[in-house]
């Protein structure tokens, strides 16, 4: 896309991605001729269930889960809650103190609000804090670890600056901590920023539980799933008809889920391909920005290992977000200032201020998120338009500008 022809540079796929045409084909039919509940006996409900079924087989498949442990949900917050809430559900209050969970300081509003609530309900939670490239140190993490610790969850890809948790190892170390402790902790990922980026083997991973969403991967909004490892008991949110085996009732929304289980396969199989694309388009991006605004600082992690390179966080000193974003808008781009629910308050990001970023960079972020239409043209426009954005809020000095 280029800013000469009527297309939005559309650099906020962290925010929301748009459905892809494969996708759209696989659910128009569940609309209208398949539209029987797949609970139903008759051979119409049948093609209804098959559907559900095809989806779970490939939401399992990139998991490498059994089928049985898939529950669809509506999105990645409602997983995230299934799984916290769902976990302490079951904990047994023991002199007054309902258990203790461990987070990091950088998750989703989706996680630290539902933990925030269960802390108001007596329970007591740990938000283990992150170095200046916005990784946790698993050995933290794990110290963290008390015997009453129940539940920790710590995101695969962080959704504003892209950083990866070494979540194998907090695993490895929660466990070995747990042991010692002689308790048990149940371990979720937030993977929702992961899919189609990273791998998702929950083996590999060593997970009990994981959060997706359909609408970060080209798939529909409100749908998502949750993978609950066989013998991880969760307590319901929403009781009901005991659809998806007793864990989330309501008649199934069989046409978001088939496109939520293709925008999944088709994620996956895209993904080596589409990382070394992505790789050269970030590195495009990261040094036209030093080049041209000398001044700015990249908020995250330079290391391939340690950041996917779709999402890279910017500040501009001496600027706040918002006006960047009105500027670069009204030159066809779209980007954010954090993730799409903060971008509306001028509040500084928690995942900055958590990295030791200062409130006053930190409200001058830009978050840039790159997906498969994204070309080098996209890059070096935006390049050109955000040196001219800050050039006119005179406020920045600016850098040589490219040819
Ligand atoms: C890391 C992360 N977790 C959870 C969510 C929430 O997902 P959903 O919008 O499907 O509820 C998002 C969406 O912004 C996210 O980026």
């Known amino acids: 896309m280029t800013s000469s022809d009527d297309r939005i540079n559309y650099l906020d796929h962290a925010a929301t991605t748009p459905v892809r045409p494969e996708v759209l084909e696989k659910m128009l039919p569940y609309f209208t001729e398949k539209f029987g509940n797949p609970s139903s006996l008759y051979a119409l409900a049948g093609e209804a269930r098959y559907g559900l079924d095809e989806a779970r087989e490939q939401v399992a498949a990139v998991l490498g889960s059994r089928t049985s442990e898939v529950v669809f949900t509506g999105g990645g917050s409602e997983s995230n809650n299934l799984a916290i809430k769902g976990s302490a559900g079951l904990q047994q209050t023991s002199n007054g103190v ?56 710590v995101m695969l890809v962080n959704n504003e600056v892209g950083n990866i948790q070494d979540v194998a190892t907090i695993s490895k170390l929660i466990s070995e901590a747990a042991e010692h402790h002689q308790t048990r902790v149940l371990l979720h990922t937030d993977a929702v920023q992961a899919a189609g980026k990273l791998s998702l083997n929950v083996d590999e991973l060593a997970v009990d539980l994981m959060s997706l969403s359909g609408h970060k991967i080209y798939g529909p909004k409100g749908v998502g799933a949750l993978y609950v490892r066989r013998g991880v008991e969760i307590d319901p949110l929403i009781a009901g008809g005991g659809q998806e085996n007793q864990r989330r009732s309501g008649t199934e929304n069989v046409a978001l889920i088939t496109g939520f289980g293709e925008a999944l396969a088709l994620a996956e199989q895209e993904r080596a391909a589409s990382r070394d694309r992505m790789g050269n388009l970030s590195n495009r991006l990261i040094a036209g920005i030093n080049k ?112």
């Open 292 to 403: 041209r605004i000398p001044n700015a600082a990249f908020n995250g992690s330079h290391t391939d290992t340690s950041r996917v390179p779709e999402i890279a966080n910017f500040s501009f000193p001496g600027v706040e977000g918002e006006p960047v974003l009105l500027g670069l808008d009204f030159k066809g781009i779209a980007a954010s200032s954090g993730s799409a629910c903060s971008s509306a308050s001028l509040e500084p990001s928690h995942v900055l201020l958590a990295m030791g970023v200062s409130p006053e960079l930190a409200v001058g972020s830009v978050r840039l998120s790159m997906g498969r239409d994204t070309t080098e043209s996209d890059i070096d426009d935006v390049l050109e338009a955000l040196t001219a954005v800050l050039d006119q809020l005179g406020t920045y000095p600016v850098g040589p500008s490219e040819s």
């Open 98 to 153: 309902r258990g203790h969970i461990i987070t990091t300081a950088v998750e989703h509003h989706a996680v630290l609000h539902p933990i925030e609530q269960l802390e108001k309900m007596g329970f007591d939670a740990t938000y283990v804090g992150v170095n200046k490239t916005g990784r946790v140190d698993p050995e933290e993490f794990a110290a963290a670890v008390r015997p009453d610790t129940f539940f920790a969850s």
